[in-house]
């Protein structure tokens, strides 16, 4: 069964430009959910899409939006980018709706903003 | 807002010993916690997950126990070995999502 696939694993960007990232969940998964990583706040909470609903949301400007599709991928666009956007950005997903079930993640995509 | 604390936040122990990582939160409403594993520039891999009901899980030379009322859980690695090295992350999932702590940044000495 394969993993959490995120795509791509890289990228570099100018500030004020836009980018996407994309994420395929475990096949099954209902729920994605978005994380940015970086050294000095840790891991922290972006959005989670369930059933092509968003249904939490952390505390991030709008820049950061997200959706998924009918297949359960899920999308997260970054507009207006800027240097301290530069993170990792990780992807979970989970099997059900229910909040009681194991997160898996992807690989992550590193994401340079120059 | 749930809050999540990891000490130590670093550890560096000869092959062999027995270690034990440290988690507290401050909202006990959760409804499971999970013990991942990240190593340099990867994701994280699930270790283990206890729901909230259960005091502890294990796999293999990893023990978790989880005190809810208390707002902490335990992670022991026995036997540590030089591949255990890497950082130690511990998620709470409550109404908000997962909350993570800061981790605990493993080195076993060879």
């Known amino acids: 069964k394969a993993g959490v696939t995120q795509t791509p694993r890289y990228l570099i960007k100018t500030r004020g430009q836009q980018v996407t990232l994309s994420c395929s969940p475990i096949?099954?998964?209902?729920?994605v959910s978005w994380y940015q990583q970086t050294p000095g706040q840790g891991l922290q909470f972006l959005f989670e899409y369930f059933s092509e609903t968003q249904r939490n949301k952390g505390n991030f400007p709008g820049r950061f939006s997200g959706r998924q599709f009918s297949n359960s991928r899920s999308e997260m666009n970054v507009s207006t980018l800027e240097l301290g956007d530069s993170a990792l950005y990780l992807c979970a997903s989970s099997q059900t709706g229910t909040r009681n079930t194991e997160a898996f993640f992807g690989q992550g995509t590193r994401l340079t903003v120059v | 807002k749930q809050e999540v604390t990891q000490i130590p936040a670093a550890l560096s122990v000869p092959e062999g010993e027995n270690l034990v990582l440290n988690c507290s939160f401050t909202d006990s409403a959760i409804y499971n916690l999970q013990w991942f594993r990240q190593d340099p520039g990867k994701g994280l891999t699930s270790l283990l997950l206890?729901?909230?009901?259960?005091r502890e899980q294990t796999s293999g030379r990893l023990n978790a126990s989880l005190d809810k009322s208390s707002g902490r859980s335990t992670l022991y690695i026995a036997a540590s070995q030089p591949g255990d090295s890497a950082t130690y992350l511990c998620a709470v999932n409550g109404a908000d999502g997962l909350t993570f702590g800061k981790g605990t940044h493993l080195i076993i000495q060879p």
């Open positions: 206890i729901q909230s009901s259960q």
């Open positions: 096949s099954g998964h209902r729920s």
